[in-house]
């Protein structure tokens, strides 16, 4: 009976769906909704919604994919496979970012909303060439707007997205090279939108 050469594979497997992009965006969306706001409930609210927009079809789009095996897996390994979901995970964060603004969601909700789907299109350009962790990539992006309501757990997301990235190496799912390539996409795009949105006075 051959041994693991990996043996700390089951802690790489948990630490990524710990932070699997679906599961770290929804506290992060609560928290900083909240920390706005100071409505636990209304945050919720607005995190459900978000939920019921973006996340539950995404993962029903993925879910169809590979059940029909255009998918080989729930990761979208392949790199080519990646567009589609791409596109349409950007269709659903636009339908979103749409209804906050109509419905009037907070600031700090929209411009993360309009940093996702920045992301994605640099994501989707950075995919004709290689891939982008989306792992490492939305755990640094948590980490990022965590940065501007909670500076200790911004340094606490940061760590999370420093050890997701080492997991999805250690799966040999992504190169280091496209682990910083989703850490620095997300954390730019974050930077750039929420220096520009939540400075504007009628967002």
Do not use: N
């Not at 755990?139 to 940061?158: E, I, W």
Request: charged share 5%; with cysteine; hydrophobic share 60%.
């Amino acid at each position: 009976m051959s041994r693991d050469p990996r043996p700390w594979r089951p802690l790489a497997q948990i630490l990524s769906w710990l932070f699997h992009p679906f599961v770290i965006s929804v506290p992060t969306l609560w928290y900083a909704a909240y920390a706005v706001t100071h409505e636990a409930v209304a945050s919720a609210q607005w995190t459900a919604f978000f939920i019921g927009i973006v996340i539950l079809p995404a993962m029903v789009f993925i879910a169809l994919r590979v059940r029909s095996g255009q998918y080989t897996d729930v990761d979208v390994s392949v790199r080519q496979h990646r567009f589609s979901i791409y596109f349409f995970g950007a269709a659903c964060f636009i339908i979103g970012l749409v209804l906050f603004i109509v419905l009037g969601a907070p600031r700090i909700l929209v411009a993360s909303l309009v940093a996702a789907i920045v992301a994605l299109v640099i994501g989707t350009l950075v995919t004709t060439r290689t891939k982008a962790s989306a792992h490492a990539g939305v755990t640094a992006g948590c980490a990022a707007v965590l940065f501007f309501v909670s500076l200790p757990l911004s340094v606490l997301v940061s760590m999370a997205a420093l050890t997701v990235g080492w997991a999805r190496i250690y799966l040999h799912q992504h190169t280091p090279t496209q682990v910083i390539l989703g850490w620095v996409i997300a954390v730019v795009s974050v930077a750039i939108v929420f220096s520009f949105l939540l400075s504007l006075p009628f967002v």
